[in-house]
């Protein structure tokens, strides 16, 4: 059960109560995800879509798979990246979010979001976190702003070239850095994670896939479905759901008839990942179950 698989695109857009686009298999699912993220990102802000950007995924990223609908969410309080989710499978994927104005709103005058100013001084090499940040205000002509997202959880902001207390941030004044996940060493196929050998480590946000992970974006219960070269950073696309009933392995079955609840140790026949069905073996009776898997080596009876 992979975790990056297409879902329905009436679904994903019905979450947000406009009409759903046609489900032709021309469709490009990356696309429709984030039309729907922007439109939740304009009514929950109450701001026009004209204001707001979401960078383009790389085509390799995939759109959470979901019974249902799609649901959204701000996961950090800046504002700068929103979660696509699906509540019955727990998968997810973040998307960025820039604003041609500030993400506070745009004021009583309607003043365009020019940039950011630091409160502070600071050195070469420093950090920036929100508190150090404040709205740029005033005309900006022929300068180059960094009109990014302020630091938040999973983003960080180094300082490139010393900077005075109110220095507008310029674009090469500093640089936007993204939390992620690095193999310290080559890692195989099937690998449970957490793993020792994957680390945190900040790394240069511009170029980055768009289904890289930052370190509590892991979903749980999962695994390496391809093997990871040491250095490489971990993305959505290398996972799948982790094989949590094995073929020979012996499984914790949940029976239940009415208010009776039995529990057996039956023979898992083929692997299954966390949701899966599989064919448990009773070894006394040679009689056999369908099972769903709902945890390492742990089933229900699914008749």
Known sequence: MSIATICRLGALLGFLAIAPLCAAEEENPLEALRAAARSFVAQ??????????????????????????????????????????????QERLF???????????????????????VVEPHRAGDVLEQEDLTVAEGALSGRQPYRGPAPDSATR???????????????????????VLRA?????????LPHPQLTEAWVPAEGLPGDVLSPNAVPPLVALNRPLRAGSILRASDLSSATLVEKGQAVRVVLSQGAFVLEADLIAEEDGALGEVVIVLNPETGRRLRALVTGPGQAEHAP
């Open 44 to 89: 929950d802000l109450e701001r026009s879509k004209d204001v707001i950007h979401i960078p383009p995924l790389d085509r390799r990223a995939r759109v959470p798979a979901c019974d249902g609908p799609l649901s959204f969410r701000w996961p950090f309080p800046s504002k700068a990246t929103v979660e696509a989710y699906c509540a019955s499978t």
């Open 95 to 117: 998307l960025r979010v820039t604003y041609a104005r500030s993400p506070e709103g745009p004021g009583a005058a309607g003043t365009a979001f020019q940039g950011w100013q």
């Open 157 to 179: 902001l180094k300082v490139l070239k010393p900077l005075e207390a109110g220095a507008l941030l310029l674009q090469d004044s500093v640089r936007l850095e993204r939390k």
């Open 184 to 192: 310290q060493a080559t890692l195989s196929a099937k690998l449970r």
